[in-house]
């Protein structure tokens, strides 16, 4: 994975682990993430795809974050924003979001948080977070 930004050392240790988690050693391998700070956003994180692969698939990605949030804001934002580059490396949910998992949808049948990509990234990145969390502190 090439990973760039400016990045706090736990902040690097927490995308690799999430990585981990979350992509197989072959994917990791083969895809860039730049992560970006900025007060010029409306939420607290989300992701872009900046390029594809020679057959069309994302990636390449740029995280942006929500600067000064916290620490551990943060990291739960960027759990959030690992699990959409997962969606979107595995054909889960389509750039314009409107397939998920196979099926056609609509960002507008459902509300922000209801959204399935939304909860699963919610759930899992949450659990991601614990997790890492919990395995800074034991070492």
Not at 24 to 51: C, H, P, W, Y
Not at 59 to 87: A, N, P, W, Y
Request: proline share 1%.
């Amino acid at each position: 994975m090439n990973l760039t930004g400016k990045l706090t050392k736990t902040q690097k240790l927490a995308i690799n682990y999430f990585a981990d988690n979350l992509l197989s050693r072959q994917m990791k391998q083969n895809i860039a993430i730049r992560v970006k700070f900025t007060e010029n956003i409306d939420n607290l994180g989300e992701t872009e795809i900046t390029d594809y692969n020679s057959v069309g698939k994302p990636r390449e990605f740029t995280l942006i974050i929500k600067k000064d949030i916290g620490d551990d804001e943060t990291l739960k934002t960027i759990s959030h924003e690992m699990v959409h580059i997962r969606q979107y490396c595995y054909g889960h949910l389509n750039e314009q979001m409107t397939y998920w998992r196979g099926e056609k949808v609509s960002e507008e049948d459902y509300e922000y948080f209801d959204r399935p990509w939304e909860k699963e990234a919610q759930e899992l990145g949450d659990k991601l977070y614990g997790e890492f969390t919990n395995e800074k502190c034991d070492t």
